[in-house]
C-alpha cells in the first residue's frame, strides 16, 4: 500500500491539482444526477420527456465530443477543462429555474457542452500529464476519485432536499427543494476550478512535450493506419455499450420512486453503490495484469447483465439497486482501463481526437437509447425493454 501511494505522490504536483478539480466538480455532477430526473417528474412531466431531456444532453455532449480533440489539440486540456466546468454550473443554475418544455430542452442541451468538456477531458489530460510509467494506476485512480464525488454528490443530493424543505417550509420532495439542491450542486462544481488555478505547466504549456514528439511519428503512413483502425475499434465499442446503458441509466431514480423510495433513500442507495465503485475500480490495474486488459475489459462489462435480466421476473427496489450497483460498478472498473489501454495504443498527438471520438459515439448511442427507451416506457408502463437491453 506504501508503494501505491508513493506511486500516486510521484505523478507531480498538476496531477495532485486535478485530482482536487475532479473531487470538486464530481460532486456537483453526482448531485445533477439524482436529483434533476426528480425535479422534472415535480414539473409534472412523465417519463417520455425525462428520455427526452436525457437525450438531448446526451445528443449535445456527443456533438461537443466531435469537436474536443481538435479544440483539446488547439488550446489545451486546462483551457477546455475549466472554460467547460464553468459552463456546467452557469447553465445548471439556469436550468433550475426554468419549468417549461422549450426552455428545459435548450438548457439541457447548454448543460451537455460542460458536462462533455468535464467528463471526456479527463482521461486526455491524466494521460498527457501522468508519468509513463504510472498511466494505467492513475487512470484507475482518477477514475475513482470522480466515482467517489459522484457517490458524494449522491448522499448530499439525496440528504439536501429534506434540509431545505424545513428551512423554506415545503416538502421535501418539492420542484422547490429540488431547485435549490440543483444550485448548491451547480456551486460546488463551480468551486472546483480553484485548483485548476494553481496548475504550473499542465496551465501554462498547454501541452506535455510527448505532444511534440509524436508528430513525426504520425508521418509514417503505417503508424496513421493502425491509429485508424484503433481509433475505429474504440468507438465502435463505445456505441455498442452506450445502446444499452443508456435504455435504463436515466431511470433508476424514477423507477426506484415509483416502487416507493424516497429521494434520501434513493441518494443512499446512489452512494453506497458509488463506494463500492470507487473501491473496486482501484483494483483494475490488477485485473488486468493476471488475465490480460482484453479479458478484464470484457468480463467487468459482462457481468451485470444476469442482474437485469432478473428484474423481468422480479422487479423489486433491492434488485433494481443492486443492477444500479453493478452497472456502476462495471463502468468504473472497465472505463479506467479502456482508456489506459487506448492511451497506450494511439499517438500523443491523435489522443484526444480518439477519446474525443470515443466520447461522441458513447453520447449518441446513449441519447438514441435514452430518447426510445423513454417513450417505450412512457407508452406501455413496462421497463421490461430497458432491462433486455
Known sequence: ????????????????????YALLSYVGIGVFMLIFNLYIVQLGYNEGFIGAVNGVVTLSMGTTCLLLGYLINRFGNWA???????????????????SSGPALL??????????????????????????????AMMAAFS?????????????????????????????????????WTLVIGALISGVSILPNLFMGPARTERHHEDFRVSHAQLLSHRVRRQARRDVGALILLGLFLALGVGAIEPFYNVLLTEMGASAGTIGIIFAI?????????????ALAQRIGYISAQV?????FIPIH???????????????????KISGSVAWPLESAHAGGLVPPQARAHA???????????YAFAAFFSGQIIARTGSYTPAYIS
Not at 435548450?106 to 477531458?121: E, P, Q, V, Y
Open 80 to 98: 477546455c477543462l475549466t472554460i467547460g466546468t464553468v459552463e456546467f454550473a452557469v447553465s445548471l443554475v439556469a436550468l433550475a429555474f426554468v
Open 273 to 285: 453503490s458509488g463506494l463500492a465503485a470507487t473501491v473496486l475500480s482501484l483494483t483494475g490495474p
Open 309 to 327: 435480466l432478473a428484474l423481468i421476473i422480479l422487479p423489486v427496489p433491492w434488485l433494481v439497486s443492486l443492477a444500479y450497483a453493478g452497472r
Open 106 to 135: 435548450t438548457l439541457a442541451f447548454l448543460n451537455g457542452i460542460g458536462s462533455a468538456f468535464i467528463m471526456a477531458g479527463q482521461m486526455p489530460f491524466v494521460i498527457e500529464w501522468t508519468p509513463r510509467g504510472h498511466t
Open 1 to 20: 500500500m506504501r508503494a501505491y501511494w508513493q506511486k500516486v505522490l510521484d505523478c507531480g504536483r498538476d496531477i495532485h491539482l486535478f485530482l482536487g
Open 143 to 179: 477514475s475513482a476519485v470522480s466515482s467517489g464525488s459522484i457517490m458524494l454528490g449522491s448522499l448530499v443530493g439525496g440528504l439536501l432536499p429534506s434540509a431545505i424543505g424545513a428551512m423554506i417550509g415545503v416538502a421535501a420532495s418539492s420542484a422547490e427543494a429540488y431547485r
Open 355 to 365: 477519446f474525443g471520438l470515443r466520447s461522441a459515439s458513447w453520447n449518441f448511442g
Open 299 to 303: 468480463w467487468t462489462r459482462l457481468f
